[in-house]
Nanobody, 125 residues
């Protein structure tokens, strides 16, 4: 079970941190990915953290940072320099593989049917 939270309405240039609470799994053995879906667009994988590898999509590289707190079973996504293109519903989940990378995240974004509620991030210009 993974639950994303922390979304909200912010202005362009602002920062926001999303949280993902992980339960029911051996946390240190799994990778966790952040995905997002903007209105009218396909879901995309944007960041992933394994142990110890991390991966970022080009669209967020240098602005977003993913981290994990194994003691708390939490994964975070620090988002800086937000712009209106970052407006989307953000989800966290374990990808298809623990090997974080574009292939895994792309396949994962397309594979799963159920994504839960996610957390809405809206960036105004």
């Amino acid at each position: 079970q993974l639950q994303a939270s922390g979304g909200g309405l912010v202005q362009a240039g602002d920062s926001l941190t999303l949280s993902c609470a992980v339960s029911g799994a051996t946390f240190d053995n799994v990778a966790i990915g952040w995905f997002r879906q903007a209105p009218g667009k396909e879901r995309e994988g944007i960041a992933c953290i394994g142990n110890p590898r991390t991966w970022y999509a080009d669209s967020v590289k240098g602005r977003f940072a993913i981290s994990r707190d194994d003691a708390k079973n939490m994964v975070y996504l620090q988002m800086n320099s937000l712009n209106p293109d970052d407006t989307a519903v953000y989800y966290c989940r374990s990808p298809l593989s623990t090997r974080c990378g574009p292939a895994t995240m792309g396949a994962s974004a397309r594979h799963f049917d159920s994504w839960g509620q996610g957390t809405q991030v809206t960036v105004s210009s």
